[in-house]
């Protein structure tokens, strides 16, 4: 869930220095809770209403089913994000992507809790996938627009609190109207339209130079220009593995609650959903303000990036060899605390690698192809790794080494520490 100038060199400045002398006062809390809404949507609709959703479509193949939506979605998400970025840099604007996005995803939403196919409800997720790149594509290139290069770690710490506030908001709503899926829906779509009109309105901003349009060709091609660059190269593979291991599970937990764990008695999956969050938000909350504070203090970026995606590949092995509910309530709190640390650093690094700072929207747009073209491969690599292991242990496994990869993939990063 998304986050210096490249030793190649350009004759720009550091990404960072266009926003050297711009306010970033009330922008912290605005930024936070901008991405509190967008996450609650993020997890609450995939994670509990669509995967109830889909199982009451076909109960009996609701693994298949729902990995072949989120997959199929997650396409849209990976061709909006970037294309959003790069509209947003040529019209010099951040705000109305924002407000446009946000608004559009109470009327997609109620599309979504309207329909009753599976095919239908694949067609209406990925019109949710896409207003909701719209909307995040811009939010996300604020940071690097608006906050100078010394608070990006608090900046990263905000938007990385995001996650976790966001994951409880969108549990707690999702397990409410788990029975009324058209109400939950168009709650979640009234939470990010509400935050799309605060940010907006409190949070003005300086129009940017206009950008000379591009040819087609030329548009497509500098999209990849930004992973020609060493360290960038770097940081969107860490980024992928990561999220890769991460989406293979977080993707399937009501599943996993319901097919792996063993539940206390008169526990049902949807109130262990609304147990185990809570939990791992403390875990990040923590583990995402020291986490972005002592990256800024120590100067130290790819420490704290490396040490967190182990500490998430760790959280992984513990549900891989026990099935109990204790094991699940401890893997909770290890993945907290290491997946909150790796967001918010790890995208602070990010910001200090983009190659030019006039691209910087579409650059983090494909940064985001990290987030979202994981999330393609994920469900339908994990529903084949459960169908042809026959449960989840593998599917953890294969998750932990995915993360330990990422880990590895920040050492090569030259420009940051």
């Known amino acids: 869930m998304a986050l210096s100038s490249s030793e190649a060199g350009t004759d720009t400045t550091d990404a960072g220095s266009p926003s050297e002398t711009r306010p970033t006062r009330g922008l912290l809390p605005l930024l936070l809770t901008g991405n509190t809404a967008m996450y609650a949507l993020y ?9 109830l959703q889909i199982e009451d479509i076909d109960p009996a193949h609701k693994v298949a089913n729902f990995g072949l939506v989120s997959g199929v979605s997650a396409i849209f998400a990976t061709v909006f994000n970037p294309v959003a970025g790069a509209l947003s840099d040529r019209s010099g604007r951040r705000n109305p992507w924002i407000l446009a996005g946000g608004l559009l995803a109470i009327p997609v939403m109620f599309l979504l809790g309207s329909v009753h196919t599976l095919l239908l409800v694949m067609i209406a997720w990925c019109l949710g996938q896409a207003v909701m790149n719209i909307y995040q594509a ?10 100078p ?15 976790p506030i966001g994951s409880v908001i969108g549990a707690l709503v999702g397990a409410a109207f788990s029975e009324n899926y058209r109400t939950g829906y168009l709650v979640f779509g009234a939470i990010v339209a509400a935050a799309a009109v605060l940010f907006t309105a409190c949070a003005p901003e300086e129009r940017m130079p206009a950008r000379t349009p591009l040819p087609v060709k030329a548009q497509i091609a500098a999209f990849g220009s930004a992973l020609k660059d060493h360290d960038f190269r770097w940081a969107f593979i860490g980024r992928a593995l990561l999220v890769l291991g991460y989406f293979a599970v977080a993707g399937f937990q009501l599943y996993i609650l319901k097919d792996h764990t063993e539940l206390p008695a008169g526990l049902a999956a949807e109130e262990a959903v609304a147990i185990l969050m809570p939990l791992n938000a403390v875990a ?3 583990s995402t303000v020291l986490g972005g504070w002592l990256s800024d203090r120590y100067d130290r970026r790819k420490l704290f990036v490396g040490a967190s995606a182990v500490l998430a590949a760790v959280a992984l092995v513990i549900p891989a060899v026990s099935t109990s509910w204790a094991a699940m309530l401890i893997f909770s709190v290890v993945n907290g605390l290491g997946f909150g640390c790796y967001m918010a650093v790890d995208t602070a690094l990010v910001t200090m690698v983009l190659p030019k700072a006039e691209d910087a929207a579409r650059d983090m747009g494909v940064l985001n192809v990290a987030n979202a073209g994981p ?12 169908s042809a292991s026959g449960g989840y242990t593998a599917l953890f496994v294969i998750a932990a080494v995915l993360s330990v990869l990422g880990a590895l993939a920040v050492r090569p990063i030259r420009t940051v520490r």
Request: a positive charge.
């Open 284 to 286: 990040m909350v923590v």
């Open 43 to 51: 997890v609450g609709v995939p994670g509990m209403l669509l995967a």
């Open 149 to 163: 290069t010394a608070s990006r770690g608090k900046a990263s710490a905000a938007v990385g609190l995001g996650l």
């Open 138 to 147: 811009a939010l996300t290139s604020v940071v690097p627009d608006r906050v």
């Open 375 to 386: 999330q393609i491969v994920a469900p339908f690599v994990a529903s084949f790794i459960v």
